[in-house]
């Protein structure tokens, strides 16, 4: 199929600042976009951290190990620092040894190696943007805005935005708040929407009842429970203190709920948290789950929650949820909506107590209305394929790879 695509095929160094892969976040993104581009015709090369899963059919090249921090760093941490100092000798090392013609800098310390690295070869960098570096530290509660870090942070990450060759912001809001806080150039930014593979949610039905039957028994969830889940970090951040928070509410007013709280890190953190409330026995705690696995976790719940507070971070999990016709409840930020549109069920930005009630309606709405449960899980699931597909997202890529590197390279030389 990609031979037949009428545009130049690029070799595409990406810079994934993290520990690529970890099956959540970001790295759904990464993950996607590289299979995307590959299937595209592209030759994409992935520079990451030591850690993290290797991808069959990914070229992922891995820093040297640091002795002192053998574990997955999650979010703003202090070692990151030295994970990046390997990681921008590691780029180095490709730009040494390959030739590519665009560099696909995801976050702000990808775009960052490939603007000042790329540029001593003349390679144009595409950064690839989620949200705000500063407003990220200050969420993970790394830096305080009243700090003396912040403001040349700040200015940093102006800097990067500046400096790229062009900008792909996950939302459309991200995308404003560029060009009107960070002096982003509108001509340069693009929306570059996370996306889904409609085809590889499906809906419970469709799973077939045996497997969820059997993934049901394993992690003990009761027979008729309506189960509620979530898929993705575990933080304050992300909402789970608030949700685990609004959770005795939803139990006084429909028993027979159940979270299933799916993803890492602070599993024993949440548990206890989850005894200390009395909910311990309608809460489960999964830890991480592989990416391949997604689907048929969640095809056993009745609804999903999506509790993230960052306004300027994107939402991915909200098109699993929408391609799998799980309704959702989220906080209202403009972001969920982007995803949701007048779909989604909406509670009160950091009120736990709107969240529960949200939620309460939500799945009382499913067990009293079943027709009309029905008709909202199939305008999810086509909301999902005609707005967030993977071809539309490709087509955008190509364009700016087009226009940051006009010069058609020469596709004799495609490894």
Not at 261 to 286: C, D, N, Q, S
Not at 306 to 331: D, I, N, Q, W
Request: charge should be positive; include cysteine.
């Amino acid at each position: 199929m990609s031979a037949a695509l009428p545009y130049t095929k690029y070799r595409i160094l990406m810079i994934a600042p993290t520990s690529f892969f970890l099956d959540t976040g970001c790295h759904v993104r990464i993950l996607e976009e590289a299979r995307m581009l590959t299937r595209m015709g592209h030759w994409v090369d992935i520079a990451t951290y030591r850690n993290g899963n290797d991808v069959a059919d990914l070229n992922i090249h891995r820093t040297l190990p640091i002795p002192w921090r053998q574990h997955y760093e999650v979010g703003s941490s202090r070692h990151k620092f030295a994970f990046d100092v390997l990681l921008g000798l590691t780029v180095l090392w490709l730009l040494l040894t390959r030739k590519f013609d665009v560099i696909h800098g995801h976050l702000h310390e990808g775009g960052l190696m490939g603007i000042v690295l790329g540029g001593l070869w003349g390679v144009p960098t595409l950064c690839d943007l989620q949200g705000s570096l500063t407003e990220e530290m200050i969420d993970h509660g790394f830096i305080a805005r009243d700090q003396w870090i912040y403001k040349p942070l700040l200015r940093l990450e102006k800097w990067i935005v500046r400096r790229s060759g062009r900008v792909a912001a996950s939302t459309p809001q991200f995308a404003e708040l560029l060009a009107q806080e960070f002096g982003a150039c509108p001509g340069r930014v693009r929306v570059v929407a996370d996306f889904v593979d409609a085809e590889m949610f499906q809906t419970q039905t469709e799973a077939g009842q045996a497997p969820v039957e059997a993934l049901r028994r394993r992690w003990r969830l009761p027979r008729n429970a309506q189960v509620i889940v979530y898929l993705g970090l575990l933080a304050p951040y992300q909402g789970t203190d608030l949700l685990l928070e609004a959770m005795p509410q939803v139990l006084a007013q429909v028993p027979k709920a159940h979270l299933l709280l799916m993803g890492y890190p602070f599993m024993a953190r949440y548990r206890a948290k989850a005894e200390r409330l009395g909910i311990g026995h309608a809460v489960t705690v999964t830890g991480r789950i592989p990416y391949a696995e997604v689907t048929i976790h969640l095809a056993l719940g009745c609804m999903a929650v999506a509790p993230k507070l960052s306004r300027t971070e994107g939402l991915g999990k909200l098109l699993h949820y929408m391609a799998m016709g799980l309704p959702t409840v989220a906080f209202d930020v403009p972001v969920a909506r982007s995803y949701l549109a007048d779909l989604g069920h909406y509670a009160q930005v950091g009120r736990p107590e709107s969240l529960a009630c949200e939620i309460v309606q939500t799945l009382q709405w499913i067990a009293q209305c079943p027709e009309a449960h029905g008709q909202r899980q199939a305008q999810l699931r086509l909301r999902a394929r005609e707005h967030f597909s993977w071809q539309s997202t490709g087509n955008v890529l190509n364009e700016l790879y087009a226009q940051m590197h006009p010069a058609s390279p020469d596709s004799r030389n495609m490894r």
